[in-house]
């Protein structure tokens, strides 16, 4: 079936007025298919890609069987403050689409024009914005971090779009297990329209979290799932060493899928205070805070489910809110021992850990590259065969010069890594730091470099990045080799919220 014949259903619609607009004019003007997601559209269940019908739905010329547009509505905290309504200024819910999985797709339309939460911008998204939501989605999901999708990206040919400059519109169609965020609750909690925050709590429940449905206490359930969740989605993060940028509680999912893409990067240089948005001029959304922000928005959420819960519900809510910490903390330990290829857990892992990191911070090295070596100095065997520099330590082992990605790395910390990785099958230990320690990540210069493609036309190379961000942990081909390195000295890009 193509993407347009699958059955939409449209629950969220149903819910009403008080929660969403219905919108009958949305899509592209005019415009082109530049890329599609093969393992996406899979994931929805879609088994004839059709590629006029993925630009029919970008245009909206097709509108799906069953589809009921329309743009929700949400307030949230931005930047710390609140702000009492926001919603989809430039996104259209088609509908829901029932997975082969067994799930539900919220399927939606990013860029398709004015809806009645634009609040007086254009609707629209950019080319260049476009097509790194389009990329880092499929690039998320397959790094194991929870994520929206990203089906297919349209752009337009004219230059249709007032931003710094005039640019290219496009819309990407993304899809997501549930598009709820924080926000949404806010919106109703803060508004003290409690009767439709118990509508959308029940909605959330049946879509998001059925278990809390036979929960003693369901309110509270919820809110601990979400909280594990989003605990999970730092952890991810902080261990991939990716920057989200904006991390508003509009732009976090109730699922703890990774929404809203905009100023995000990877590390390229680990740096704990690194910020990307150059409008985040407080650095609220720098690397090392985000655990902290992600834990403050979920005490947001707690404070916008409070009115739904009985007595105690503040202390449980408080109580719930603190254990952000410790699920992080394990999750984001345990991730770290698999990059390093630490099978079990063991006392002093995390000084181990941070005394990498602190070395990584004060040389200003490589995030990725520094760990994808260690693996693959691991996996080579050549770790179990180092003894040092002067090749006296380990008597009857030569001493053998470093890769030059760890060459900077002190010889005391190789030395306690080895003696912690001691007793481990080489081969084994290494074959799982390959698998944890991604060979390519989107960098922004490769981000860049996708964006200066695909508006001089090559579409080719848009698929032939996507293919290898599919795969990020396999050996690159010699052609994606060049796309895995830091970039060039100097190299700086600014980002914005704009887009
Ligand atoms: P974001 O920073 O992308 O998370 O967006 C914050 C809010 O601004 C959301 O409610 C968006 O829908 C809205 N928004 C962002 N860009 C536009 C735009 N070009 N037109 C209308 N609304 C927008
Ligand atoms: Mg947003």
Not at 184 to 192: D, K
Not at 241 to 269: C, K, Q, W
């Amino acid at each position: 079936m193509k993407l347009s014949q699958l059955p939409h259903r449209h629950s969220y619609a149903d819910l009403g007025e008080a929660f969403c607009t219905a919108i009958s004019v949305y899509g592209l003007p005019e415009g082109r298919l530049l890329c599609h997601s093969p393992d996406a559209l899979k994931a929805l269940g879609v088994d004839d890609v059709d590629q006029q019908d993925l630009l029919d739905i970008c245009t909206g010329d097709v509108r799906p069987a069953g589809a009921a547009p329309v743009a929700g509505v949400y307030a949230g905290h931005q930047f710390g403050v609140y702000v009492p309504q926001l919603g989809d200024g430039r996104a259209v819910l088609l509908g829901e689409v029932a997975a082969p999985d067994g799930g539900l797709w919220d399927v939606q339309l990013k860029g398709a024009g004015q809806t009645p939460f634009s609040r007086g911008s254009d609707g629209r998204a950019v080319l260049r914005s476009s097509v790194r939501e389009f990329l880092i989605s499929e690039a998320m999901d397959a790094l194991g971090i929870p994520s929206t999708r990203a089906v297919a990206l349209a752009a337009m040919d004219q230059r249709g779009v007032m931003r710094e400059r005039i640019e290219r519109a496009a819309v990407i169609v993304r899809t997501s297990r549930s598009l709820l965020r924080f926000g949404h609750f806010e919106y109703f909690a803060w508004g003290r329209r409690h009767d439709e925050l118990r509508t959308l709590f029940d909605y959330a429940v049946q879509r998001c979290y059925p278990d809390c449905a036979d929960a003693a206490d369901p309110v509270m359930q919820l809110l601990a799932n979400a909280v594990v969740r989003t605990a999970d989605m730092a952890a991810r993060w902080q261990a991939a060493g990716f920057v989200h940028g904006v991390m508003n509680t509009d732009n976090m999912s109730l699922l703890g899928e990774t929404i809203d893409y905009g100023p995000y990067a990877f590390l390229d240089r680990f740096d704990w205070n690194a910020v990307f948005n150059h409008t985040d001029r407080e650095r609220r959304y720098a690397y090392g805070v985000q655990p902290r922000i992600a834990q403050w928005n979920c005490a947001c959420l707690a404070e916008a489910l409070l009115p739904l819960a009985g007595a105690g519900g503040k202390r449980s809510a408080t109580d719930i809110v603190k254990s952000f910490q410790s699920a992080y903390t394990e999750i984001y330990l345990e991730l770290m021992r698999r990059r390093l290829g630490l099978a079990e857990e063991r006392e002093g892992d995390w000084k181990l850990i941070k005394s990498l990191l602190d070395v990584l911070h004060e040389g200003g090295l490589d995030y990725h590259h520094t760990l994808r070596a260690l693996a693959e100095w691991v996996a080579s065997g050549e770790a179990g065969r180092w003894s040092g520099a002067d090749g006296s330590s380990t008597p009857g082992v030569s001493g053998r010069a470093l890769p030059d990605a760890l060459a900077q790395l002190p010889e005391g910390w190789l030395r306690d890594y080895r003696d912690r990785s001691g007793g481990q099958d080489a081969g084994e230990q290494g074959g799982v730091m390959l698998d944890a320690n991604p060979a390519l990540v989107l960098r922004t210069w490769v981000a860049q470099e996708a964006i200066d493609r695909a508006e001089a036309g090559d579409t080719a190379w848009l698929a032939e990045l996507l293919t290898a961000l599919r795969r990020p942990f396999a050996a690159p081909s010699d052609a994606m080799l060049p796309y895995t390195q830091p970039p060039a000295p100097g190299y700086s890009c600014e980002l914005s919220c704009s887009s």
